[in-house]
């Protein structure tokens, strides 16, 4: 549950931060509008705790007829920093983000798009 709630404020955060693309949960069944982010996180109880250590994975879309591979590129890098910096949204709220760390990055080209995978080690657990 508390995966799910995490994952909400992830894309609401990167909603904000990036008015100009549509931001969805994984989880959604919605048609995606491109240029998109998409956030899925898989979690796990740290045994012995109330945390929750997961795998974050923010996948970048644009369109290929509109954006080049240096502009999907720089949109990626500043969604990477947003996501490394995003430890003081989580400041108050239910949730406390503990740490985010990078783990590794995967381009794909479809037929229409660009996709980049951002993908982080994440912890966070409910705040006492």
Known sequence: MIDLQFCEAVVSYLATSFPQRSVYAANSARELNAPAIVVDIRAEVVVGSMLEQGTLTVIVISQAD???????????????????????????????????????????????????????????GPRS
């Open 66 to 124: 509109d954006t080049t591979p240096g502009q999907h590129q720089a949109d990626c890098n500043a969604i990477d920093a947003a996501i490394r910096s995003m430890k003081p949204y989580f400041a108050t709220g239910p949730i406390a983000l503990y740490g985010v760390i990078a783990q590794n990055t995967d381009n794909q080209r479809e037929n229409t798009s660009w996709e980049k995978h951002l993908v982080y080690l994440t912890g966070y």
